[in-house]
């Protein structure tokens, strides 16, 4: 579900208040209960939600300057910033989850050398299970908004969350078994637990970092873009429409309209700027590039539909565009491929696959392109 870029604001910052007083009241009560308890793991784990809690002041902190309007320093906007406490986040996560596989090593060493088993405190045990409730209701608020609304802090947040009911859950179960078998499982379970952490990490990094490096674009929103700009009149076809993202509202689309050469310059200029227009409307800001195709030149019209057969025969081919045809002594048939990424194909085996299937007395002058 698409939001404004406020009311995205205003979904972000709830967020990050809301596990912030979570945070703060978990590892508080953690705290005191892990030290007049003797609870070394308990102490820990209240350590872990206080770290998380400071995470937050940093989420809420980006959150509000990813509020900030467009100025001279960052003429696109501040958005990104949604991104980058994202990635914060999925850093401390990775933290956490090494500081889970140290612990867990150096606990199953020490076990080897002098065998014991945790205390068991009822007390403790009620405190972690309040914790695993809490974290889970967490885990679902946080996951369930960032889904809906598309919100990669919060999505950030939640794997944070369902990594400390992991967590928190191994503690508790360690605490029960080792008190009925007196079987010491703390040091093996916490290096179990620090690596499904570690992934959930790499996950949240990978979420937040692909937004930053130039990800590709929803192919639907796409289409639909093509679709939109296909539907006004005088348009013949529509090709390289890319999309450059500033955030998850701020969106920048350039592409190249084919219009009969035939029309005037004020006429394709008309166009482009009703074209432009409407999407702005939808907050997207376009720069349309005029391509004159000529429809009334018969040969060129069927040597298209040759050289377009011939291509679709490709299993890498997608689209062919800007064909034209420059007459001389040789003729000259020049066009734009567009192809998968990974083709092998070149600029000369393609040219040899249309002598072979057309015609061999033109000279194909070919571009390609990749998506």
Do not use: W
């Not at 076990?111 to 405190?127: C, Q, R």
């Not at 695993?132 to 679902?140: E, H, N, R, S």
């Not at 309209?257 to 939808?282: N, Y």
């Not at 000529?294 to 539909?305: G, H, P, Q, Y």
């Amino acid at each position: 579900m698409e939001i404004s870029k406020a009311e995205r604001g205003k979904k972000n910052v709830a967020g990050v208040v809301f596990a912030f007083i979570i945070n703060v009241i978990l590892g508080a009560g953690k705290f005191v209960v892990g030290l007049t308890s003797g609870f070394l793991s308990l102490t820990a784990d209240a350590v872990n939600n206080l770290s998380d809690a400071g995470n937050n002041v940093v989420s809420f902190i980006s959150a509000k300057i990813a509020e900030k309007p467009a100025d001279k320093e960052h003429p696109f906007g501040h958005e990104r910033m949604e991104y980058v406490a994202g990635t914060i986040v999925g850093i401390v996560v990775i933290m956490l989850a090494f500081e889970l596989l140290v612990d867990g090593i150096e606990k199953i060493i020490e076990n080897f050398s002098a065998t014991y088993v945790p205390e068991f405190n009822v007390i403790a045990v009620a405190v972690l299970g309040v914790s695993i409730i809490a974290k889970t209701v967490m885990f679902v608020v946080l996951r369930t908004s960032g889904k809906k609304y598309d919100l990669s802090l919060h999505r950030a947040m939640s794997t944070d969350s369902i990594s400390d009911v992991i967590g928190t859950t191994a503690i508790l179960a360690c605490l029960i078994i080792g008190y009925f078998t007196k079987i010491n499982l703390d040091g093996y379970v916490g290096v179990v637990v620090g690596v499904i952490i570690f992934i959930g990490g790499i996950k949240v990094l990978k979420d937040t970092l692909n937004p930053l490096l130039g990800v590709a674009p929803n192919a639907d929103e796409m289409e639909e873009i093509r679709q939109t700009v296909l539907a006004f009149d005088g348009v013949l076809g529509v090709h390289d429409l890319i999309m450059h993202q500033y955030g998850p509202n701020k969106r920048f689309v350039t592409v190249h309209v084919e219009i009969d050469a035939r029309m005037t310059a004020m006429e394709s200029h008309e166009l482009a700027d009703g074209i432009e227009r409407l999407f702005l409307e939808k907050d997207v800001e376009m720069l349309v590039h005029m391509d004159p195709i000529v429809t009334d030149d018969e040969f060129a019209n069927v040597k298209k539909i040759e050289v377009t057969n011939s291509l679709k025969t490709l299993p890498d081919f997608i689209d062919m565009h800007d064909f034209r045809v420059v007459y001389g002594k040789r003729n000259r048939i020049l066009f734009d491929v567009v192809l998968h990424f990974g083709s092998r194909q070149t600029t000369e085996t393609l040219a040899k696959k249309l002598a072979a299937d057309v015609s061999d007395e033109y000279d194909y002058c070919i571009s390609i392109d990749y998506r």
